[in-house]
Nanobody, 119 residues
Framework: QVQLVESGGGLVQPGGSLTLSCVGS????????MGWYRQVPGKQREMVAL???????NYADSVKGRFTISRDNAKNTVYLQMNSLKPEDTAVYYC?????????????WGQGTQVTVSS
């Protein structure tokens, strides 16, 4: 059974920092691309940051220079370091594991963790 469990969300003031973690189980973690996505009510889920199995990264323009994604395959964990947080970063943040091999794909989502940026 595949599980992705996020943690680290909470309430933070504008300009503050948070680090989200996502621990995966039931998959060969190192073979999966990992990503952080976020969603606010009434809007589509959007990509925040991606890290491939070889460590290459990609970020949404809105978070470039403020957020950093990293992974520790020995701990089956992906992180999202969020600095200089803004009220518009408020959302539920989801972790996603995805793998494409040949014509097959597999994708799994975590349950989400709430991040609220407010004074």
């Amino acid at each position: 059974q595949v599980q992705l469990v996020e943690s680290g969300g909470g309430l933070v003031q504008p300009g503050g920092s948070l680090t989200l973690s996502c621990v995966g189980s039931g998959i060969i973690f190192s073979r999966y691309s990992m990503g952080w996505y976020r969603q606010v009510p009434g809007k589509q889920r959007e990509m925040v940051a991606l890290i491939s199995s070889d460590g290459s990264t990609n970020y949404a323009d809105s978070v470039k220079g403020r957020f950093t994604i990293s992974r520790d395959n020995a701990k089956n964990t992906v992180y999202l370091q969020m600095n200089s947080l803004k009220p518009e970063d408020t959302a539920v943040y989801y972790c996603k594991a995805e793998r494409i091999w040949g014509v097959s794909t597999a994708a799994y989502w975590g349950q989400g963790t709430q991040v609220t940026v407010s004074s």
